[in-house]
């Protein structure tokens, strides 16, 4: 678990509590005994009985008398949580998960926090679980990242262009939503190590007169989702390989584009493979054409010249994947067909 050392100095205080409490209950129970036989042994076994004075003046006077024995115990309850006998052992780092200690010392956003933005409208990277609780490989490992720094996980969801521009500002310590590592983008941000493949793939409706990826260029219009490289792709000149602005429309979501597919109002969506295959999966009469559109890289983006949070990064990375962590949480979400 990854507790924070307050916490387990507040666990020791506790500790230290109920340890008084114990103590002062013990106590009491001894001496209750003890001050039974010292005051009236015989009456109470020739009787039974005592008078009200004489019960209620024993009851103080063991009630002092425990009081201050656990009070002596205590102290030295208190003496040895402290090191009475030598220095104080350090709290143990915040458990990374298995690994070597990391003790965090990367400056982020907010302190013992690693706010990453991103878009959840992105499966199975992204998205919204049905309890409104953020899911996702991205958000996983994300997660799992955070923890070996020491670190407590912020989603921090906002659209694509948004989670881009966070990172870049220092608004978000990473941006971590099936990002694509191109030229322009690394001269604004710095890249971890590449996490994934992602394709960009072209859905259509079944019975499309859009075949391959050539005939794109006959497409009416195109839909992408606003800021990803295939708005990017798509919109370029026909010279660079695009189909020019007016026949691309960027939506706010790839989800809100393949609405406008399934509704007719475009001819065919550009986007990532793994969320077109989970919304062709989730809608009728849709199919991703065989050829592929672009193969690019994704990675985690930092502020341009964090080496220091980008170097953190790319080592709890690397751990992830050595000890398996990474393929497990990709193979949770990604079933191999
Ligand atoms: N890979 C594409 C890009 O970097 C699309 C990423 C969209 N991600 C998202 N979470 N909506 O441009």
Redesign the pocket.
Known sequence: MCVPSFVHERINIHHTMNKLKYNLEFVEFALAFLVNQVYNPVQISASGKRTDKETSEMRKFTKYLALALAVMLCLGALAGCTGGKGPVEPTQPADNGGNDPVVSTVKTVEAGKLHMS?????PP??MLADDGSFEGIDVEVAAAIAKKLGLELVVDDMG?DA?LTAVQTGKSDIAM????V?DERKEVMDFSDSYAT?IQVVIVKEGSPIETVDDLANAQMIGC?K??????YCSDTPENGGYGEDHVTAYE??ALAVMALVNGQIDAVV??NE?AKSYVAANEGLKILDTEFAV?D?AIAVGKGNSELLDAVNKAMAELKADGTFQSIVDNYIKAE
């Open positions: 991103t878009n959840a409208a992105f990277y992204e694509f989670a939503a099936g990002i694509t191109t992602g989702q800021a990803t490289t295939g708005y990017i979501t790839g986007i990532d969320p690019e994704y």
